[in-house]
């Protein structure tokens, strides 16, 4: 459990789901990819696409250090502008929004939590389109250190008034699994960001959908059960 007074359950915290972006409502992951090969090239550095993609979901300096052993700011920079000319290629997942809505509807917080900076942020939540079912965000720009730190998702914990007794981090990548499990809390893992069932399952995730949509599909089963429960005053979910 975070220490940093969260995780005491308080009269006034609420159950919640705290959901990363990239990869998980937004198909980004790629695109990133491909942004970040590209700023590297134009800073004199070079490493293989696949290795890029393994390390999305990190923050961008958190990302090179372990790509590359060492910080770049010309190749950061570069990798800017290059996502940012790719931004209106962003898709939200079908079933995003919709998730969104439903566990709102539900009475649960909703709480976006990614590591990427303000500008990248606004524009998924432009794309996303889901402001009525979003009670809080939490970026790079609130915390100090990126996923797989559990930073971001203390943040969030604190921006929803979440209790994380009753939370989900929904992600996907090995890095939201470890970062929601050094804040104490469970995750649930999707496919779509191009992490399989079985690393994310390693990773210690509690349960893996293919993607937001088959999340939503099974909502009230498995994992969500619970919090549904707890959101209609302890009554069964169904």
Known sequence: MPEDGVSKAMPDLRPGVLLDMDGTLLDTNYLHTLAWSRGLADAGEWAPMHAIHRL??????????????????????????????????????????????????????????????????????????????????????????????????LAALRAGGVDPRLCLVVGDSVWDVEAADAAGVACVGVESGGFSRHELMEAGAMHVYRDVQQLLDHLRTGPFAPLLAAARGGQPAG
């Open 56 to 153: 999305i979901g990190m923050g961008g300096g958190t990302l090179m250090k372990s790509l590359l052993g060492h910080e770049n700011h010309d190749a950061r920079d570069s990798q800017h502008r290059h996502y940012d000319e790719l931004k209106g290629e962003i898709r939200a997942f079908p079933g995003a929004r919709e998730l969104l809505r439903a566990l709102h509807g539900a009475g649960l917080a909703v709480v976006l939590a990614t590591s990427a900076p303000q500008d990248d942020l606004d524009a998924m939540r432009k794309v996303l389109s889901a402001e009525d079912a979003i009670d809080a965000v939490t970026g790079a720009d609130d915390v100090d250190e990126s996923k797989p730190a559990p930073d971001i998702f």
